[in-house]
Each structure stands twice: as C-alpha cells, then as structure tokens.
C-alpha cells in the first residue's frame, strides 16, 4: 500500500472534521463526519486534492456510488518519506490545473499514510474566504480575516479509506 500512495490515485474516504476558531484552531467548536475524495495527481504526482461530498457517513460503511466534489483544496509535494507523503495547501489554484468542484484556498498541510495495511489522511489548517461574486462558486483567499468572521475557520481532518466503485490507482 505505502508504494501506491507514491503514484496518482482516487479515493474516497471516511472524514472526521473538527472545527474551530481561526484565530484559535485548538479550541474546537464542533466535529461533524462527512465523505471526501482525496486524489494525487500532476505529472510526477506532485499534487494532492482533498475534496468534500455530500453523503451520511455510516460506520463502516462503503462509499456511495455516486460521490462528487464539492469545494476542492489543492497541496503540493513538501516531503516524502517511505512511509509518508505531506503536502502543503495553497490558497491559489496552481495554474493550468483544472479541479473537480470550487477551489477551496486554505492554510495547512495534508499528510497520506498507511497505518498497517490502511489508508489515512491525516490534514489540519485554517481558511478564510469570499464568494468572488453574489453567484460565484469562486472564492478569493481573505489574507486577515476580522475575528469571528463566518468564512473564516480552523480545522482538523482525520480520514481512512473506504472501498468505492469509482477509485482507481496508477
């Protein structure tokens, strides 16, 4: 398993998100668990996209069939062991890189591991974002959020593989 998270890949997996204040991203305010599609990819599979999608996490439970992404975050290759790959979020959509879903800018990193035969993700960091217009599925990076803004929040994503109809590895 370790060698294929090396290469690009789709998966869908089980995520525990954790919620705080942006200025204070230990203080957890809430914690909701929801599916996400991670993918690596680029030409020497340099990027990594973690995506939301809509659907009831069971215990468990397989992926549904028809997971889509919602709001995409985009990180590039920091560092790479054998064991693990770290990435780091932009708050730009790299260029020439199209995205399923609306680009999500955030602060963090995104960390891949196998953990005994198993898949996880492990990715923490903040965002603070606008809509770029009253329709936009755009949205600009807000450098210095005001405190308590709505947009603006910390967060803490724990996930593991789930089997899916639609993943696949190269």
């Not at 954790?18 to 993918?39: C, E, G, L």
């Amino acid at each position: 398993m370790a060698r294929m998270l090396k290469n690009g890949f789709v998966v869908a997996m089980a995520a525990e998100f954790s919620f705080a204040a942006y200025d204070r991203p230990t203080s957890i305010r809430r914690t909701i668990r929801r599916w996400i599609i991670v993918s690596r990819c680029g030409p020497n599979s340099e990027f990594i996209t973690i995506a939301n999608a809509a659907g009831k996490v069971e215990p468990e439970a397989d992926a549904p069939i028809g997971l889509a992404p919602i709001n995409t975050a985009v990180g590039v290759l920091l560092s790479e062991t054998a064991a693990e790959s770290t990435f780091l979020m932009v708050r730009q959509q790299p260029t020439r890189f199209p995205i399923a879903g609306s680009f999500f800018p955030a602060d963090g990193y995104g960390r891949i591991f196998d953990t005994r035969g198993t898949f996880r993700l492990r990715s923490e960091g903040r965002h603070a974002h606008s809509p770029r217009g009253p329709d936009s599925h755009v949205r600009n990076d807000v450098p210095d959020p005001p405190t308590n803004t709505r947009r603006a929040l910390g967060w803490h994503v724990d996930a593991i593989r789930r089997n899916w109809t639609g993943e696949f590895f190269t």
